[in-house]
């Protein structure tokens, strides 16, 4: 059902005024907080909707690929049971690495991002899968269509950051990642990250 032409005077909470995208779960929109040459880490403050500071990146590493979330998502125990049975998900949106040939230098956009595959992380013993995706209408990457159409040091690029944005000197890192997955489970991950939203929040 379409928004009454009120609903468009205002601008929509990023989470929950906007939607996955009709193509969902292979195409999705994907709402940008952090570009890859940003030191800051932004996140979307869940009460207002607005981008706030999160926290200056500790590590020199940054962010390989814009990285976000998608909207009406929701890790919880369906998103969770797909990586473990002993698992709860962390309550967020599902999270989103979206490469892109030329650079987006600007944060707090929305795009379509066609799936690839995704990674399997844990942090602090909750789910936390952080789905990789490409620039749908990308020159150079928009035909790609599974995770291995990508050169493979970006996915180690990827793996590595999260491994260590977390990390403190003298504290053993809370986070594990798995083994990368492809296009398919992927999108059974957005499958039921869209459900646990709706079975949480409703319609």
């Not at 030191?39 to 976000?68: F, I, N, W």
């Not at 909750?126 to 990457?141: G, M, S, Y």
Request: glycine share 8%; proline share 8%; with cysteine.
């Amino acid at each position: 059902m379409p928004f009454p032409d009120a609903f468009y005077r205002w601008r929509p909470h990023p989470w929950h005024g906007l939607d996955a995208g009709e193509d969902a779960p292979e195409i999705v929109n994907a709402y940008i907080e952090i570009t890859p040459f940003d030191p800051v880490k932004y996140e979307t403050e869940k009460k207002t909707g607005y981008l706030m500071v999160d926290r200056p990146q500790r590590a020199s590493s940054l962010q390989p690929s814009l990285y976000g979330f998608i909207p009406r998502t929701y890790c919880g125990k369906r998103t969770a049971l797909l990586m473990g049975d002993d698992l709860k998900g962390d309550k967020d949106p599902l999270d989103i690495c979206v490469f892109s040939e030329r650079p987006i230098t600007r944060s707090d956009i929305l795009l379509h991002a066609r799936v690839l595959g995704g990674l399997p992380m844990i942090d602090d013993g909750e789910a936390d899968d952080k789905i990789i995706a490409v620039l749908a209408t990308d020159n150079i990457w928009g035909d790609a269509r599974e995770l291995d159409d990508l050169p493979h040091v970006l996915i180690e690029r990827l793996d590595h950051y999260f491994r260590t944005y977390k990390m403190l000197p003298g504290k053993k890192s809370s986070v594990e990642i798995g083994k990368p997955y492809g296009r398919e489970h992927a999108q059974k991950v957005i499958s039921a990250s869209m459900q646990d939203y709706l079975d949480h929040y409703g319609e």
